[in-house]
């Protein structure tokens, strides 16, 4: 017996009824593995349909898929798993071991991140690796998380032939000596980026990690840091699920098979380094007059971005830009106890571009303050990849309707410049007879920016 076409595509879809679901998740599974050998839209579809599944089961279907020869579909296979935060980390250590050097590398980064100790273990084996990027990874993987007693191994990997294997053990020997500091276990999908400590200019994972947006714990790709995306994964029970995007949120590090260096792929949009129109689709409830002269020290300034009125943003951006200090308010912003300072930090990062903080915004997508929210997803609007399109989604079921509203615009000026409008176009389905006058106001205005 076989789930049929309907029910199977339902569960892709993320519409399945859970009780039926889980009395047929057997069958669903057997459907998943069988796509395995059939065409890249059919294993794309298993992995949507695995996307909505519980982590137990959700977990064991993509490790079927992480060797893939189809780059893009390992590839997404990985994000799922990453998606789903804590409950994504198992995928993450079995894929140290996976055929495919950019998922082993990628996996290797997020635990790396985190220290995760528990892949101690099977990282120690990787720094005898025919890929010199796998062993300088497996080498600073251990400069954090090992002890004294690893110093003689690491010292022999001095003499390594690859010039970055050998760069990253005089680092590694350092942090063991307590000479240079190290990491702290933390969980994965919350750890800031590695420093790029490489030697020349290409980095050991030149893949933009923070532009993988997070989304709240409960499931896996539907609803979660990804589910805790991290695991980035930590990402409970499965939510529903919006239809996933057909290619993978992140790029996968280029020629990561190889040892010669590559001309970097093309990211995704990145935004200009100023204030953008999205911006004002969030203001706080009663905007403070802007100050004359403005501040010249950048955390003030940072703070009156949550504050001023969206018309008068574009000024304080400027003078934020100008202190060269933007990126350290922003940390300190996402971090603080006042709602209005983390609403600041999203709209910082949003209005100055800064493309390697957007996982900050992406986190206060799931902030408890609703203002704060809403201010996240109007920040997410020109900075937005695709896996964030998914995130966006969710937000228009929001119990409040400025967070329904904002998360409409966003996701149709993202959808839009992204050539994704089929999000947009479910969450107008979703929001048509919603009572509340500024989210039907908003529903307007989403209409008029797709039919552009």
């Known amino acids: 017996m076989e789930a049929s076409d309907e029910f199977y595509q339902q569960v892709a879809d993320g519409t399945a009824d859970p009780r039926e679901l889980n009395l047929r998740v057997g069958l669903v ?14 294993r794309r579809m298993a992995l949507k349909a695995a996307a909505h599944l519980e982590p137990m089961h959700q977990q064991e279907m993509l490790l079927v898929y992480l060797d893939d020869d189809d780059e893009e579909i390992r590839n997404y296979a990985l994000n799922i798993a990453i998606a789903a935060r804590a409950d994504g980390t198992k995928v993450l250590r079995e894929a140290l071991a996976a055929r495919h050097p950019d998922i082993a590398l990628r996996a290797l980064d997020l635990l790396t991140r985190g220290v995760d100790k528990t892949s101690t273990s099977r990282i120690q084996r990787l720094i005898t690796s025919g890929n ?31 010039h970055r294997a050998a760069h990253a053990a005089e680092l590694a020997i ?3 000596r307590g000479d240079r500091e ?11 980026p590695l420093e790029d400590e490489s030697p020349e200019e290409e980095p050991l994972v030149p893949v933009e990690l ?63 380094a100023r204030a953008h129109a999205a911006v004002a689709d969030w203001e706080p409830a009663q905007p403070s007059p802007l100050p004359s002269p403005l501040p010249s020290e950048a955390m003030p300034l940072g703070r009156l971005l949550g504050r001023v009125a969206a018309e008068d943003r574009g000024r ?46 992406t986190r206060l997508l799931r902030d408890p303050e609703p203002q704060v929210r809403a201010a996240a997803a109007a920040a997410m609007a020109p900075i937005a990849g695709p896996s964030a399109l998914a995130q966006l989604s969710r937000l228009v079921s929001d119990e409040s309707p400025t967070v329904r509203r904002a998360a409409l615009l966003s996701l ?29 106001e908003a529903v307007t205005e989403a209409r008029r920016l797709l039919a552009r």
Not at 182 to 192: G, H, I
Not at 213 to 228: Q, R
Not at 415 to 426: G, I, K
Request: charged fraction near 25%; aromatic fraction near 2%.
């Open 29 to 42: 599974k057997r459907r998943i593995r069988a796509a395995r050998g059939g065409t890249p839209d059919e």
């Open 132 to 162: 010199a990027k796998i062993r300088a990874g497996a080498v600073r993987f251990l400069g954090h998380a090992g002890g004294p007693a690893l110093v003689p191994r690491l010292t022999r990997i001095l003499a390594d032939p690859d």
């Open 174 to 176: 350092e942090r063991l």
């Open 182 to 192: 190290k990491r702290r276990p933390q969980d994965w999908w919350t750890a800031p």
């Open 210 to 272: 923070d532009n993988f947006e997070l989304p709240p714990p409960p499931k896996a790709l539907g609803g979660g840091d990804l589910g805790s995306l991290s695991s980035l994964a930590g990402l409970g029970p499965v939510p529903d699920l919006p239809p996933m995007p057909d290619l993978p949120p992140m790029p996968s590090p280029p020629d990561a098979g190889s040892d010669r260096p590559s001309s970097p792929r093309p990211s995704a949009p990145q935004p200009p």
């Open 316 to 361: 304080v951006l400027a003078a934020l830009d100008a202190t060269g200090e933007g990126r350290q308010v922003v940390d300190k912003l996402t971090r603080s106890a006042d709602a209005l300072d983390r609403a600041a930090a999203a709209l910082a990062v949003s209005g100055l571009g800064m493309a390697p903080k957007i996982a900050n915004v």
């Open 412 to 440: 149709a000026r993202a959808a839009t410049r992204l050539d994704q409008r089929s999000f947009a176009d479910n969450a107008l389905r979703q929001l048509a007879d919603d009572p509340d006058t500024q989210v039907s």
